[in-house]
């Protein structure tokens, strides 16, 4: 069955340092990748997405990832968080083709607490 | 202003109630959807209707019962619920079917007693 894991359950990270949540996923086919945050009691919002093109695509806040499609992976990275930064982090796969019909499959969430 | 809104934002009930959520978007998209966030915080998505016609039917009980009257909102409604059913229900609504972004509501944490 198609799945999305991240690696890391909870980040504990100061200000300043450098950031890498790990996504990968089980499927070879065409893939759609987003990462989305939700700050403490708020929605999901799009960090970031991946249809196309320059693997390496650059979301709001900051906030890049990058597609391998050798390693099935999607990690997402910052190179100097902030303290407004923490939040849950999800990685979401849209698996192409079939009766996919746009669906989001998540990964568990990655908290991220970044200590000022 | 809000994209996609639901209602209500907190729902506290006894087991074995029936009870409905509504979600509304004024984007003008084709395709609306329910995910359910567990404790864990695991989502998972329940139903998709795409211009009011049902497209995603996950393994969900059939006391879960959408309806999408038009094609700018999605209910929800839930009968003779269970302790099992508290979670954080979102909906989302995109563009179509076909791979877009999807924008999400603010929530509704559902409390069973």
């Known amino acids: 069955a198609q799945s999305v894991s991240q690696h890391n359950h909870h980040v504990i990270l100061s200000e300043a340092a450098s950031l890498e949540l790990g996504c990968n996923y089980s499927?070879?086919?065409?893939?759609?990748l987003f990462w989305y945050v939700q700050y403490p009691g708020q929605h999901l919002q799009l960090l970031l997405k991946y249809f196309s093109g320059d693997p390496l695509v650059k979301g709001i806040k900051g906030f890049e990832a990058e597609f391998i499609k050798s390693k099935f992976s999607f990690n997402l990275r910052k190179p100097s968080v902030q303290w407004s930064d923490t939040a849950e982090y999800f990685c979401a796969v849209i698996f192409a083709g079939g009766t996919s019909y746009g669906k989001l499959t998540f990964g568990q969430g990655t908290i991220l607490t970044v200590h000022p | 202003d809000t994209a996609v809104s639901q209602t209500p934002k907190y729902l506290v009930t006894q087991m074995g109630n029936d009870k409905s959520i509504k979600c509304e978007q004024n984007?003008?998209?084709?395709?609306m959807y329910w995910y359910k966030q567990d404790s864990k915080k695991f989502l998972k998505i329940m139903f998709s209707y795409n211009n009011k016609e049902l497209i995603i039917n996950e393994t969900v009980p059939n006391r879960f019962s959408p309806k999408s009257p038009d094609k700018a909102h999605l209910n929800l409604h839930i009968n003779s619920l269970e302790l099992g059913d508290s979670a954080v229900y979102f909906c989302a609504s995109s563009p179509g079917t076909s791979y877009n972004e999807q924008f999400f509501g603010p929530g509704t944490r559902l409390t069973v007693l």
């Open positions: 984007l003008g998209h084709d395709t």
């Open positions: 499927y070879g086919g065409t893939v759609n």
